[in-house]
């Protein structure tokens, strides 16, 4: 009986001394699941660790005139490709009230369905820069706001962050209003991609999502009295009575354009080419249930469309899938 006690404290106590090594090794984009987490209170059994809080939509997607000369992509030579869009507030909190602070950015994230069973998806957000250029500045930036959660030191730790990193300072004080509806929402891709069309010419580019509705945006006086939900209730309401319209562009880079650093905007005299027109038309039937089994992932591409080597893009898919795989219980 001893020896068994003995043995089972020595192995807890060799579990304590491995644990604080285990914590350091585990891999960047799993500490940036870590922290989401943490920042928003979780787990949250069955939710994503950011952008839980979402809707889902269907409709299909028609390219334009000019599309193929983009890129050789299926859904850009062909008509009516079905699509499937989730409509998201940021953070891992399930029910954040859409017009809350830390509510933004806005997310849409959009499945392109090819021919062949394939797909392929589009993962942006309402602001048109990101606070890092890597996952582990990105990770600076999000221990430093859980740091100062419960810290009395003058400045913060995020404040100390910010005042080292314009780029995140940028970030968090770029305007963010409270759009009317997701409907009146633009987002923005903000990671490259490279494009190329049958001829094999090539371009990088970044999405730009525009609302055919024009931007609107809330009063703060609006904002602050708006329903907790009104976001998810406003866009099943609209698209029963109409569909809901978005142009998809591509701001193309020039020579010299950063690609890889998604912290960097290009100017706004950039090329802009139209690859086509969204249209929701309605509501998905179990949205809840859907959203729950399904990871959209930047990284699911399609012949014609490559990643940039943007660290951040490059890290995504490995973050999403941890949050699925614990979304699912795994
Ligand atoms: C290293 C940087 C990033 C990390 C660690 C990160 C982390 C995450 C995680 C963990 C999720 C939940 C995924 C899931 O459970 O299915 C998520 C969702 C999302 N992220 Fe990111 N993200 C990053 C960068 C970005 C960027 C650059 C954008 C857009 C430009 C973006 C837009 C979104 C959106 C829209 C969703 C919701 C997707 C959905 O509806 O399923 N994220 N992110």
Do not use: C
């Amino acid at each position: 009986m001893k020896i068994k006690i003995l043995i089972s404290v020595l192995s807890a106590a060799s579990i304590i001394t491995a644990m604080p090594a285990m914590a350091e090794e585990k891999p960047v984009t799993e500490q940036l699941v870590d922290t989401l987490t943490t920042l928003s209170g979780g787990p949250h059994a069955g939710f994503r660790s950011n952008h839980a809080k979402g809707v889902m939509l269907e409709g299909t997607f028609q390219p334009s005139a000019q599309a193929a000369s983009i890129s050789k992509a299926a859904h850009l030579q062909k008509a009516d490709s079905p699509v499937l869009v989730r409509f998201s507030d940021a953070t891992g909190v399930p029910n954040i009230p859409d017009a809350n602070g830390n509510a933004f950015p806005k997310g849409i994230a959009i499945r392109f369905q090819l021919p062949d069973g394939l797909s392929t998806d589009i993962v942006s957000i309402s602001v048109n820069n990101f606070p890092a250029a890597t996952p582990e500045d990105f990770l600076g930036l999000l221990n430093a706001v859980r740091d100062s959660q419960n810290s009395t030191a003058k400045p913060s730790p995020v404040e100390q962050f910010l005042g080292s990193h314009p780029a995140a300072l940028k970030f968090v004080t770029t305007p963010k209003p409270a759009p009317v509806s997701f409907a009146t929402q633009p987002f923005f891709g903000v990671n490259a991609f490279k494009f190329t069309n049958a001829a094999g010419q090539s371009v990088y580019g970044r999405y730009q999502i525009i609302p055919v509705a024009g931007a609107q945006y809330l009063t703060k006086e609006a904002a602050d009295a708006a329903a907790p939900d009104y976001l998810m209730t406003d866009i099943g309401e609209r698209v029963k009575a109409n569909a809901v319209q978005y142009k998809l562009l591509l701001q193309i880079a020039d020579k010299g354009d950063e690609v890889n650093n998604a912290t960097v905007q290009w100017p706004e005299s950039r090329k802009i080419v139209e690859l086509g027109t969204l249209t929701l038309k309605s509501l998905v039937a179990d949205s809840k249930a859907k959203e729950k089994t399904l990871m959209f992932n930047p990284l699911q591409l399609t012949e014609g469309i490559e990643a940039s080597q943007d660290p951040i893009l490059l890290a995504r898919p490995t973050s999403y899938a941890v949050s699925f795989g614990r979304r699912l219980g795994k």
